[in-house]
Structures are given as C-alpha cells and as structure tokens.
C-alpha cells in the first residue's frame, strides 16, 4: 500500500519571474508503508527541500502531497526527523534529550520515559541515558537523536545525512544499526545520503536526483536480499544498481 503519494511536486523559492530558485520540478513519486526508501543526488538538488516539505516543515509552490490519506499541511505527529549533525541539548542527559518531544507535544511522561528507556535499549544505549551528550562519540549521540526521532512513536522516520559527519567504520556500523532498527521498528524510512553504496546497503529503492534542477530522475530498485551484509557490498546485484546510479551521474553532470 502506499503510505505517501507526490504528484506534480514544484517548489519555488523566491519569486520566480525575479529570480527565485526552482528547487523542485514536477516530482511525481509513491512510498509504500513500512518500505526504507534511499535519495541520493548532488549537493543543491533539492533533497532536503523534498524532505522538509514531507515533515511539512516547508511549504510547497504546487502539486499536492498525500501521507495515510491525507494532504500534508504542516508538521504532523506520525513524522521523525534526524538531520546531520545531532541537535541534542549540551545540558541535558541523554534521557532527558530523548524524552523532548514528549514534553513538546504534551504526552504522558511516565510512558514517555519507559519508551524512552526501551528506545535507548533498541539503538544499543542501555547505561548511558544519564550521562551528557559531550561523554558520547559521534555516532553514539546521532544514535540517541535517532531515538528521540521515534520517540513519539511516528509512522514515518526522515533522515537527514545523519552519518555524514561520521568515520567511515562508525558509518558502516550505524548502516547495520539502521537496518536492524527499521526490520524491528516497522517505520517507513526515508534516507538522505551523499554514499552511492550506503544508500544501496540501506534501500529497497534508492531515488536518484539530478540538477536540472531538482528532478527526480529514476527509482532504482535494489533487488539485495535482507537482512543484508557488509559483504553483500561486494556481489554483482550491488555493483550493478551502483553502476546505473553512477551512470545517471555521468550523463546529467556533477556529484560530490
Ligand atoms: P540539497 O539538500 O540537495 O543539497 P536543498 O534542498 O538544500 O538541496 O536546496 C535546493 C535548492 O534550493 C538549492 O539551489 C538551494 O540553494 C535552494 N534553497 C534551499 N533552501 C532555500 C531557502 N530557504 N531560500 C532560498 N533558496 C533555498
Ligand atoms: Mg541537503
């Protein structure tokens, strides 16, 4: 079933005729619930537009937007969203990191905080949830944002760059982390990455942008079997899914 559904997506930044920027063309795409979803593209394509516009925190020019049913106007609930660099709080524990949304949006506390506890348990952070954001490394605290992002238990979880500031082992790491979060967790994800090969290891189907501008120009579907290994990185169903991403690349200019 699908789970969100674009159709005819333009946005505008700006006035056009005065020089706006046309970040997004006319993007026609579905998602189907429970899928992880990867998008890939140079830098200034328009990834994050697309994505703040389906967190509904940005405004589209034209089109319509369709998540379980409805238009999307505006942030809603059933919504997570992780960027790149983690935004956790420097003065709050881990814990109290992520139990935020849960005072934000006024749930019950108590049940917050033992989905808070099982959580952390989940991204593997059982024992530091007192502990501050600056005693964890990097990949640590963007798996405590990660936490956080499902917190209020969305359907759907947005995601940034979230490893992008990482090292490369860190980085393997958090893939196989994020895999065995979404198999567990059953959310429909959708990934925005600068790695060809992370965006493959991760996807069911990998969206490929291009500058022309911001077009969405092939959905690539990535026929690797699941639950899926470092070493699938190496196997020719994954070489070939790469070569047609870097073949998009090459046809329709840079990527970074
Ligand atoms: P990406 O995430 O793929 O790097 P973005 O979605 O951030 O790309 O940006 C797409 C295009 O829209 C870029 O040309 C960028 O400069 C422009 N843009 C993004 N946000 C704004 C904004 N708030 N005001 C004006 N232009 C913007
Ligand atoms: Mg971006």
Known sequence: ???IEIKGLFK???DRRAGGVLALDNIHCSIAEGSFVSVVGPSGCGKSTLMRIIAGLLDYSEGSVVMDGQPIRGTRRDVGVVFQSSILLPWRTILENVMLPAEVLGLDLK???ERAMDLLRLVR???FEHKLPRQLSGGMQQRASIARALLHDPKILLM???FGALDAMTREQMNLELQRIWAE???TVILITHSIPEAIFLGDVVFVMTPRPGTLERVIPVRVP??????AM???????VADQIRELFDHTGSFD
């Not at 699941?226 to 070493?231: A, I, L, Q, S, V």
């Not at 190496?234 to 070939?240: I, K, L, R, V």
């Open 1 to 3: 079933m699908s789970y």
């Open 12 to 14: 505008t930044f700006g």
């Open 111 to 113: 049940a917050a905080r």
């Open 125 to 127: 952070l059982e024992g």
């Open 160 to 162: 940034d760059e979230p």
């Open 185 to 187: 967790s059953g959310k």
């Open 226 to 231: 699941r639950p899926r290994r470092m070493e």
């Open 234 to 240: 190496g196997t020719p169903a994954f070489a070939e």
